[in-house]
């Protein structure tokens, strides 16, 4: 498409500009130059997206990616796992350091970047590891990192179990103005479990997790921020337990914020029956008592964000057995329409939403926010709410197809994505 182009007959909606009504968006070389009720004779050398009965949202943003590059480049790589999201409505993503080698040194954050810049759909924002190798035994050197470009320290996929470390971790956090993303896990109550602990795991045979051991973490970490007067940011929290502990936390006016991903508030444990290991996350499925109350978490404000935590597989990792199979879906091409049935649900309104997926994380990550505002760069996600489609994990732009939702019937996706003002056309022939 042209540099010039016109959104015509959308309904807009941004809570941060207060608007949302039918509008005309015009883009002039990258940028929002005007938004209004009515544009008429756009330039002759003007694209034109016709968006009525469509949405124009400020793009999404998501704050927990993996990406696998550098390492692991059969399972993802910047340049599909960038594709999958601006496909998914993503206009960035914040990738962890859980890479090979690991993102613990300013070289691997600068390959990161170079690479995103070269072969990236959209904008990649690194999360350095918070300890060397993510071994939990010596803290990274975090100023290095945070000097190369990185937007947080996360050692997700295994917990920080060394509490001293984390204590100074987060106080570094606070030096810094960049946020430390638990993983919440206690190693020891895991003991290697592989699904929710309860009666499903027992009908299959399967060690158990036991809510205890995300909670305990929690409290750990909740504390730890007190102390040090850190920035804590709790990764993907699943069970009614860790909701009520950051509830509790917030209302004390402690730095904290947590996340969710849409299969902890859209399907349970039960997925899991019949050995599935597209259900295989972690930490898992939880009960059904835990998917309401992160529902009730996402209505009421406990829950900051929506993030994808895309965890991409090679289909033969995900074909061993349940026991061997490696924890993780992949989430960025099903996000938007997952987070859209809460919506039609009532369980949380659409502002709430654009909220979660789009603005918070900016806020939360210290990142530009996006905004349909003149005078901001373009970065717009365009949704059309009404189109139906199935889950067809064979038709992904990730390399993952490991997901829990095959054959799942959704309503909504993005039709449009606008990364920097260049306009996608998500789903052109389908």
């Known amino acids: 498409m042209n540099d010039n182009v016109l959104i015509k007959g959308g309904r807009v909606v941004d809570p941060a500009s207060g608007l949302d009504s039918i509008m005309d968006v015009f883009i002039e070389n990258g940028v929002i130059s005007k938004v209004s ?6 330039p002759d050398n003007c694209s034109v997206i016709d968006s009525a009965g469509l949405l124009v949202i400020p793009g999404l943003v998501d704050m927990h990616t993996h990406l696998r590059e550098p390492g ?24 962890m350091a859980n890479t090979n080698p690991v993102n613990d040194e300013p070289a691997i ?23 060397v190798g993510l071994d939990g035994k010596n803290l990274a050197e975090m100023a290095s990192l945070a000097d190369a470009g990185c937007v947080a320290f996360s050692d997700d996929g295994k917990p920080v179990m060394d509490s001293l470390l984390m204590r100074r971790a987060l106080e570094y956090s606070r ?9 919440s896990e206690d190693a020891r109550l895991v003991a ?84 599935n290991t597209a259900a295989k996350v972690n930490p898992p499925l939880r009960a059904r008592a835990d998917k309401l109350a992160i529902r009730e978490g ?47 649900k009532g369980v949380i309104s659409l502002n709430r939403m654009i909220d979660l997926m789009s603005a918070a994380p900016c806020r939360i990550m210290g990142i530009p926010e996006r905004r349909i505002a003149e005078g901001s760069v373009a970065n717009i996600t365009i949704v059309d ?3 139906e489609w199935e889950v067809d994990p064979a038709s992904f732009v990730s390399l ?31």
């Open 72 to 95: 692991f480049e059969y399972k993802e790589t910047i340049a599909t796992g960038t594709r999958a999201a601006v496909r998914g409505g993503f206009t960035a993503v914040c990738c």
């Open 175 to 183: 030096i810094f103005g960049k946020p430390v993303i638990s993983h």
């Open 109 to 131: 954050t600068r390959f990161i970047l170079s690479k995103a810049a070269s072969d990236g759909a959209c904008p990649v924002y690194p999360i350095g590891a918070i300890t």
């Open 192 to 275: 290697g479990g592989v699904m929710n602990e309860g009666l499903n795991a027992t009908r299959m045979g399967l060690r158990g997790i036991p809510w205890a051991a995300e909670e305990v973490m929690i409290a750990r970490d909740i504390a730890l921020c007190e102390l040090s007067g850190g920035r804590l940011h709790v990764a993907h929290i699943s069970t009614k337990g860790s909701v009520r502990l950051i509830r509790e936390a917030k209302a004390r006016g402690l730095a904290v914020t947590a996340e969710t991903c849409p299969h902890y508030f859209t399907i349970t444990d039960e997925a899991c029956i019949g050995y």
């Open 400 to 430: 993952g197809k490991n997901t829990p939702f095959e054959g799942l019937r959704l309503k909504g996706r993005a039709a449009f994505t606008i990364v920097n003002g260049r306009v996608c056309e998500n789903f052109k022939g389908d």
């Open 385 to 387: 709410p009404a189109v």
């Open 37 to 42: 009720g009515g544009i008429e004779n756009p």
């Open 298 to 344: 996402l209505a009421d404000g406990t829950i900051d964000a929506i993030a994808t935590d895309h965890a991409p597989h090679h289909r033969e990792e995900k074909a061993m057995g349940f026991d061997d199979a490696p924890f993780g879906i992949s989430g960025l091409e099903t996000a938007l329409a997952l987070s859209l049935r809460m919506v039609e």
